[in-house]
């Protein structure tokens, strides 16, 4: 194998940039590992594990670094040319104007005085400083970055409170708001329903699961994944719920989170007049609010009683779920009972975790639900659930939404392991998204299938997104797997396949 490394100096960019170009490397004829990157002293420290360090020296925060490991000198010098054009080559005379001019937030402004919503993507330690001049510009802010440290977030929202702004995050991966999408979004329709969520995937999940069931949205606001902990006390989240009970065209209100503080949840459950739902997921406690606040412990849920605020028809939830893992367990050995799960969606790994662990006992994961349960720990017939967006997981590497191969490889694993009943797979579709999810995981799901495991899989999309969501269910039902209509139902399956009782998949939830 051979390793070339480039390096443009003064080059920033962007994380959603960077991970388009470490795309493009990974997909590059003959290439095995590869990343676009800025040489922060953390970027700086994983090369140096690949046992990259040449050419490297004097590179600062600021400058750009592609690397690429493949079976050739060609084949690597090409993987870079393809990252390059990815970073710098504009697709429009548009496209290039605003890179040429728009250097900074004030050039930007100039450009566009009309431009209400800031994104901010840098390295966490600058994101505090960027997010601060955009709020003095009187912009809201998609908070992209993550690593910000939680008394800046604390310090962030309690300013954008008092100027009537909002700090979308940090680590906000979607919103969508008068129905453009930022960051990972999905395609819906326009309706009735405003969606608060400190959950990027969840959010995706319920506008999603919305709009099949015909019930558009009026605007999708992340807020970050610790707004509803006590030390931020749901500073954004007031803010959202408020702005939605305001906006006329706003009926219903959707509020999605990881259980909160009660605290904090019971203030802003009392907050709304409108008719809203709480899908506050894993939620073992009673939480105290108004007639016209319901609270669930499921996104399924969440999305099915808010669509009945919204006047839909209820859905059917199971289909012929049950008939496919009656199917699948039809001669599956007695020996085989682990259940995997290889997620992208952090949210959707979490929420299934809640789901299954009271039929089958403790799971072990990399975000356990017991302290202790760790992947290391796990005995080799333990039940195994991984959030494969996690940090440990995408060090050097793109987010599995963006890139699907680090599954590929999990799948691979999971083929020559005899113990393993049923591997669950969330295939996330949309804006940002891999182009053909689906058709990247089918070899793969196909090699476990044929080792005598079922694979039961999600797609979590949309008809209106790039990708089709019907174009993706086919293809992974003509690989062999079991499909499932909502991630929870798909949870279920795969827990009922391991006690071999298809009638599982029907659970009220």
């Known amino acids: 194998m051979t390793t070339r490394v480039t390096v443009r100096?003064?080059?920033?960019?962007?994380?959603?940039?960077?991970?388009?170009?470490?795309?493009?490397?990974?997909?590059?004829?003959?290439?095995?590992?590869?990343?676009?990157?800025?040489?922060?002293?953390?970027?700086?420290?994983?090369?140096?594990?690949?046992?990259?360090?040449?050419?490297?020296?004097?590179?600062?925060?600021?400058?750009?670094?592609?690397?690429?490991?493949?079976?050739?000198?060609?084949?690597?010098?090409?993987?870079?040319?393809?990252?390059?054009?990815?970073?710098?080559?504009?697709g429009s005379a548009e496209q290039d104007e605003i890179?040429?001019?728009?250097?900074?937030?004030?050039?930007?402004?100039?450009?566009?005085?009309?431009?209400?919503?800031?994104?901010?993507?840098?390295?966490?330690?600058?994101?505090?400083?960027?997010?601060?001049?955009?709020?003095?510009?009187?912009?809201?802010?998609?908070?992209?970055?993550?690593?910000?440290?939680?008394?800046?977030?604390?310090?962030l929202k309690q300013r954008a409170r008092a100027l009537g702004r909002l700090v979308m995050g940090p680590g906000a991966g979607t919103a969508m708001l008068a129905g453009v999408g930022l960051g990972f979004a999905n395609r819906v329709s326009p309706g009735p329903v405003g969606v608060v969520a400190a959950a990027g995937t969840g959010a995706q999940e319920v506008m999603s699961l919305l709009h099949g069931w015909g019930v558009g949205v009026t605007h999708v606001i992340g807020v970050g994944g610790r707004d509803l902990s006590p030390d931020v006390d749901g500073l954004m989240a007031e803010s959202a719920l408020r702005a939605l009970d305001a906006d006329d065209r706003t009926e219903a209100i959707l509020l999605v989170s990881k259980p909160p503080s009660r605290e904090v949840a019971e203030r802003l459950l009392g907050i709304v007049r409108k008719p809203m739902v709480a899908a506050l997921m894993g939620l073992q406690e009673?939480?105290?609010?108004?007639?016209?606040?319901?609270?669930?412990?499921?996104?399924?849920?969440?999305?099915?009683?808010?669509?009945?605020?919204?006047?839909?028809?209820?859905?059917?939830?199971?289909?012929?779920?049950?008939?496919?893992?009656?199917?699948?367990?039809?001669?599956?050995?007695?020996?085989?009972?682990?259940?995997?799960?290889?997620?992208?969606?952090?949210?959707?790994?979490?929420?299934?975790?809640?789901?299954?662990t009271p039929h089958l006992g403790p799971i072990h994961s990399n975000v356990p639900l017991e302290k202790g349960l760790t992947p290391e720990t796990a005995a080799p017939g333990d039940h195994l659930f991984l959030d494969l967006g996690e940090e440990e997981y995408t060090q050097g590497r793109p987010h599995p939404m963006i890139d699907p191969q680090a599954r590929v490889e999990f799948l691979h694993q999971q083929a020559d392991d005899p113990a393993v009943a049923a591997v669950l797979l969330d295939v996330v579709i949309g804006d940002g998204a891999h182009a053909d999810p689906a058709g990247m995981l089918a070899p793969a799901v196909e090699k476990?299938?044929?080792?005598?495991?079922?694979?039961?899989a999600y797609v979590l999309g949309t008809d209106l997104d790039p990708q089709n969501r019907a174009v993706q269910v086919a293809t992974l039902r003509a690989a062999g797997c079991v499909v499932a209509p909502t991630a929870a139902r798909a949870a279920l399956a795969g827990a009922a396949i391991s006690l071999r009782d298809p009638a599982l998949v029907a659970q009220e939830l």
């Open 9 to 90: 100096k003064n080059a920033y960019k962007d994380s959603v940039r960077l991970l388009e170009a470490t795309r493009a490397v990974l997909e590059s004829p003959g290439v095995d590992w590869g990343w676009a990157l800025m040489a922060t002293p953390a970027n700086l420290e994983t090369l140096a594990e690949q046992g990259i360090t040449e050419g490297l020296t004097g590179a600062v925060a600021n400058d750009l670094v592609i690397a690429a490991t493949a079976d050739s000198e060609e084949s690597a010098e090409r993987a870079l040319a393809v990252a390059e054009a990815t970073l710098f080559e504009a």
């Open 99 to 155: 890179e040429r001019t728009a250097a900074d937030l004030g050039a930007a402004l100039v450009e566009h005085p009309a431009a209400n919503v800031a994104i901010v993507s840098v390295p966490g330690a600058y994101a505090a400083l960027e997010t601060h001049k955009a709020l003095t510009a009187g912009l809201d802010v998609l908070l992209f970055s993550d690593n910000v440290p939680l008394p800046q977030e604390v310090e």
């Open 286 to 356: 009673t939480l105290a609010a108004p007639d016209h606040v319901r609270v669930v412990n499921t996104l399924e849920a969440g999305a099915v009683r808010t669509l009945a605020l919204a006047g839909g028809t209820e859905p059917d939830l199971v289909g012929d779920l049950g008939e496919q893992v009656a199917t699948a367990i039809t001669g599956l050995p007695q020996d085989r009972r682990k259940l995997v799960g290889l997620y992208s969606g952090g949210t959707l790994c979490y929420e299934a975790l809640t789901i299954v």
């Open 448 to 456: 476990v299938i044929a080792s005598g495991a079922v694979v039961v």
